[in-house]
């Protein structure tokens, strides 16, 4: 029989059995007497213990003083009565640590023995220590008795028990320990500040000091001079202030308006006429069209008198659509719709929705399977896409819809071999979104409902190579880009668009190119059509998918002005709250977020709920960071619906005030550049040079030899070094510019450590810079333009970059050449300036101007007065030019003094301090780690350069040329 078979018996129960069991309010307490059962105190009298065995052992005692106190009772009213006060004789022990114990955990000590051994390594402890006066003649050797050390030497037990803070243990390497006192005084401050988190760039500091500290270390080892020690932390030194400097913030009345034609700042209404538009490029594409209608319908104006003239109400064609959503947006959190995908997936799991009727009766012979393809709905079978279109605005009640569009484009029509009928596809998924919106507005003139044009990522990217193997393979190019994003535009505005989105955007790149076929369409077309932009944070990282903050995606794309800007998809509302918020702080127009609900299950889909959805939505809301809130993937009609009914117990976010403006860059990091101090606590932007064929023989010999790999290696080096900005020229005869600037630029920005940073585009030839900044996802600056090409030509330039987003470096040159006295500096800087702000709308704020510093120290007299004309002109161009920024070569003006390093950095450091923190001097082309500050110069080398840089005395050049032998 096996063991399973056996029966358990129950064990007899008696009465105390079954009794229950009861909170233990004490440890079990001992019973040697009825001290502790009664919790007596203790009286701390310990000289009435006379039992003989105790009296023993005291007879036999060494201590000196036959009279010692034995005794430790305190005073009854020494101490309050209460926990967590104690006194001896009046208070059980027992009950202190019970109640001690049960409200926190205790701290013992930590190991004597370790204390005592890190007290021998600062302080003599050896045999001599140990015996102290009482032992010197002792027979044996008591060097670690430790013991022994509290009669020979109680100071030190003592002192170990009273240590701050208590800790006495630890795992280290004893060798290694250094006594406080040993340190250096920068050190120790940045010891302090790392370990106290005194500082927020403690971490970078010792990061710093580290690299030096390395650096020391193979110097020694190849017997070469120590490295220049690092400042450490500078003082930031105050910035040169302007009379526009202070003018005081006021209150934004709207979003910051584009400048593409004067239709936006004068808030004309739209037409709705779209046949009026007949620029030759939306003709040809109309052209093209697959529409079997030839006489289809692009016009939708409505009757003036319609609807009454005051908002809510909103006519086509009378009223500005810009101003409409003004209002709303400051009046209420705007609804905006819910994921199509979730609901062409809904439909099709009660209705048939297959291979047969994704082709319709229109496709039915098509050459590749179309299942999938959502966007052809609209055309096979429009009533499906027209009825989710009305759920979200009946059911949902969004105030706004977007197009059914999202891969209308004909790059990802590609993969259903559809590329000719992107223009349809656009055209009637928006005309469907139109004829639903009118349809419910018509049932409600008081709560019109928009048509917003969705243009998706496309399933190409600019920014990231396709190949593992080759950084710098591409599969899409901006141009195509640009071309596939036109002819989407088109297709939604005939099809009754209002509002045109970028949605999704998980590199920038992309969206940039859509952002240029808008500005390029609002320009033929002289429309104001309000842009909103929507990037995509993929991960908890807070980065797109090409690795951007979400500030640095603002920055690359703020230049388009526009009207809203948010994030959507990839994440569930709770995982993007702080991005939002961080996004909320710098944005300067108005703020959506349409997020998944949740994030996708192990089948692919979304588990949140219509009322957890809305919950988590409404840290949004309490936080006042949003006026328009929607839903993505796996958002429903009712999702959205529950979303509203939050929503509308808040206020929407009111627009941050209007304030000085600035430049403000971005890589895959952001960088204002008013704010930025260099290493040397200057206010300067450090423009590093070192990527740069004239700055570089290594630069310009791995650029010769194509090995763009190792090339990147400087760049990483100048941003290590305190480069903000990497500038990046490839001029040279011998080298083709054009395929060189695209190749550095397509690997650079897939190397983080690199592309973190901005970049200055650079070169004598204007397409080579543009080349460059089609492969830029952030906000550069071009280097350079200027009217010695003539003014056509300098506007032409300048409204390109100024579409592209990028700031824009001015040399002052004109027709009759290169300024060199500081009024021709002037004279052409602020000709430059009146152009481009007044005739080309360019933004100020991002205009460089670089008056040429030229050499000094040349032995011939018209030149000793450069270094002082361009630190003359800086100011007065800086007073006369508002917001504009003033930038040089700065090795040029040494440039007579080559091999020598440090007398070229010493006469940098001179004309810089002057320039920056006297002229208003903001940005410089530098080798960041060769830079001084003006203190470290020895007191003859600062006098002889400032009397070169002054041009101080007659014989400046002679006396540098003197000292430059020396070195």
Not at 31 to 55: F, G, Q, V
Not at 231 to 246: E, H, I, L, M, T
Request: aromatic share 8%; charged share 25%; with cysteine.
């Amino acid at each position: 029989m096996s063991g399973k078979d056996f029966k358990i018996h129950p064990r007899k129960q008696f009465a105390y059995d079954s009794i229950p069991p009861k909170a233990r309010l004490e440890p079990p307490v001992p019973t040697y007497n009825d001290a502790a059962k009664n919790h007596t105190p203790n009286p701390y009298l310990n000289s009435s213990l006379t039992h003989e065995k105790i009296l023993e052992i005291r007879s036999r005692s060494t201590v000196p003083d036959a009279n010692a106190n034995i005794d430790y009772s305190q005073p009854k009213d020494l101490y309050p009565e209460s926990f967590p006060h104690f006194v001896r004789g009046r208070d059980s022990v027992r009950e202190y640590i019970t109640s001690l114990f049960t409200s926190q955990i205790a701290l013992y000590d930590g190991a004597m023995g370790t204390m005592i051994q890190n007290y021998s390594k600062r302080n003599k402890l050896e045999e001599e220590e140990y015996r102290g006066d009482r032992f010197t003649d002792w027979t044996c050797n008591v060097k670690g008795n430790n013991d022994m050390l509290s009669i020979t030497q109680p100071h030190v037990i003592k002192g170990i028990y009273k240590l701050e803070s208590g800790m006495d243990v630890g795992i280290v390497n004893a060798h290694e320990m250094i006594h406080l006192d040993d340190l250096e005084p920068d050190m120790k401050v940045l010891c302090e500040n790392l370990v106290f988190n005194k500082t927020e760039d403690a971490t970078d500091d010792m990061l710093e000091r580290t690299k030096y500290e390395r650096a020391c270390i193979d110097a020694r080892k190849k017997n070469l001079p120590l490295p220049k020690k690092p400042r450490g932390k500078q003082v930031n030194r105050p910035r040169k202030q302007f009379a526009y400097d202070s003018l005081p913030p006021k209150a934004r009345l709207e979003p910051p308006v584009p400048t593409y034609n004067d239709a936006a700042k004068n808030h004309t209404p739209n037409p709705y006429l779209n046949s009026s538009l007949t620029h030759e490029k939306i003709l040809e594409i109309r052209s093209r069209s697959t529409v079997p209608d030839a006489n289809a319908n692009i016009d939708y104006s409505q009757p003036k008198d319609l609807y009454p003239e005051s908002f809510p109400h909103f006519v086509r064609g009378r009223d500005s659509v810009r101003e409409y959503i003004t209002s709303l947006f400051t009046s209420q959190i705007a609804l905006y719709d819910g994921a199509m995908g979730t609901m062409i997936q809904n439909y099709s799991k009660r209705n048939k929705l297959e291979e047969e009727e994704y082709r319709g009766d229109r496709f039915t012979d098509w050459t590749c399977n179309v299942k999938g393809n959502n966007d052809m709905l609209s055309i096979t079978q429009p009533h499906v896409i027209k009825g989710i279109y009305k759920e979200y605005l009946e059911v949902g009640g969004s105030n706004m819809i977007g197009t059914n569009t999202f891969s209308s484009t004909t790059i990802a029509m590609a993969d259903y071999e559809m590329e000719p009928y992107a223009y349809e596809l656009n055209y009637i998924g928006a005309k469907l979104a139109r004829e639903a919106c009118d349809e419910v507005t018509a049932k409600d003139p008081s709560k019109p409902r928009f048509v917003v044009g969705a243009l998706g990522p496309t399933n190409r990217t600019g920014s990231i190579s396709p190949s593992v193997e080759d950084p710098a393979a591409r599969n899409v190019t901006f141009d195509e880009l640009v071309e596939t994003y036109f002819e989407q535009i088109v297709g939604l505005v005939d099809g009754g668009c209002d509002i045109l989105i970028v949605e999704t955007i998980f590199d920038t790149l992309n969206a940039k190119c859509a952002i240029y076929a808008v500005g390029e369409f609002l320009e033929f077309s002289g429309l104001d059509i309000p842009l909103f932009v929507s990037g995509t944070l993929v991960d908890q990282s807070g980065r797109t998918l090409s690795g951007q903050t979400g500030e640095a995606f603002y920055a690359s794309i703020r230049h388009s002005k526009p009207m809203c800007v948010g994030l959507n998809c990839a994440l569930g509302a709770n995982h993007m709250a702080p991005f939002v918020e961080r996004l909320a702080k710098v944005v300067e127009c108005f703020m959506h977020v349409y997020s998944n609900a949740g994030l996708p299950n192990a089948m692919g889909g979304y588990d949140d709920t219509p009322d957890t959805m809305a919950e988590q939505n409404e840290v949004f809301f309490k936080s006042g960071w949003l006026n328009m809130v929607g839903g993505c993937c796996g958002s429903t009609p009712p999702h959205i619906k529950r979303i509203r009914e939050a929503a509308s117990q808040y206020s929407p976010r009111v627009l941050p005030d209007e304030t000085r403006p600035k430049m403000w860059l971005s890589g895959l990091e952001d960088l204002v550049v008013e704010d930025v101090h260099n290493h040397l606590g200057m206010p300067f932007l450090n423009v590093g040079e070192r990527c740069n064929i004239s700055g570089s023989i290594r630069f310009k010999k791995l650029m010769m030899k194509g090995d763009f790999q190792t090339a990147m290696d400087i760049a990483k080096k100048q941003v290590d070094d305190g480069a903000h900005v990497i500038d990046i020229n490839v001029d040279d005869g011998m080298l083709d510019g054009l395929a060189a600037m695209q190749k550095f630029v397509k690997i650079a920005v897939t190397e983080p450590e690199v592309a973190k940073v901005p970049f200055m585009l650079d070169a004598s030839k204007f397409d080579i810079v543009v080349a460059g900044m089609k492969w830029c996802q952030g906000k550069s600056i071009v280097n350079s333009i200027s009217l010695k090409v003539g003014e056509d030509l300098f506007k032409a330039h300048a409204k390109l970059l100024k579409k592209h987003g990028a700031a824009v470096v001015v040399m002052a040159f004109d027709e009759d050449g290169q300024a060199a006295t500081a009024s021709e500096k002037v004279r052409i800087c602020k000709r430059s300036y009146d152009i481009l702000v007044n005739e080309v709308n360019f933004p100020p704020e991002d205009i460089v101007f670089d008056p040429n510093v030229l050499t000094i120290g040349t032995g011939m007299e018209e030149h000793a007065n450069y270094g002082v004309d361009f630190i003359n002109a800086t100011k007065t161009i800086r007073e006369q030019c508002p917001y504009a920024k003033i930038s040089g070569g700065i090795s040029n003006l040494s440039f007579g003094f080559r091999g020598v390093m440090k007398i070229r950095e010493s006469i940098h450091s001179v004309f810089l301090h002057h320039a920056i923190l006297e002229s208003g001097m903001d940005v410089g082309i530098v080798n960041a780690h060769e830079m001084i500050h003006l203190d470290d110069l020895e007191p003859d080398m600062k006098v002889l350069c400032e009397n070169l840089v002054f041009n101080k005395t007659e014989d400046a050049t002679d006396d540098m040329l003197e000292r430059t032998k020396y070195e």
